[in-house]
């Protein structure tokens, strides 16, 4: 695996307020490139033996591979949930200088 491989990861926020502190605190710490928040959409999920139902708001996290651990210690320790969704894909292509851009805004400052 290259560890500058770009990731699209999926976390879902239970609201607009938090999907935005957590989408500035990742491009701020350089652990995104971008953040984009989706409309709010209809979650249904098992939780702790019930059918759950939740407006949530989708939260698409450009990354790299080489920021996933830190990516995910601080969705973590900033989420409002107990157990945030955090699902990274390796996209099969794209557009090679937006790849390019993804990889140079997550690079850690020296």
């Avoid at 249904?44 to 139902?53: H, L």
């Amino acid at each position: 695996m290259n560890v500058r491989e770009v990731r699209l990861v999926f976390c879902t926020c239970p609201d607009t307020a938090s999907a935005q502190s957590l989408a500035e605190l990742l491009v701020q710490q350089r652990l995104a490139a971008c953040v984009n928040l989706l409309p709010p959409i209809q979650s249904v999920y098992r939780w702790q033996g019930q059918i759950e139902r939740a407006e949530e708001v989708q939260l698409l996290i450009k990354t790299c591979a080489d920021r996933m651990e830190a990516l995910s210690a601080a969705i973590v320790e900033h989420h409002p949930y107990e157990l945030p969704e955090i699902v990274a894909v390796s996209p099969s292509a794209g557009l090679p200088a937006y790849l390019d851009w993804i990889r140079a805004q997550t690079r850690e400052e020296s």
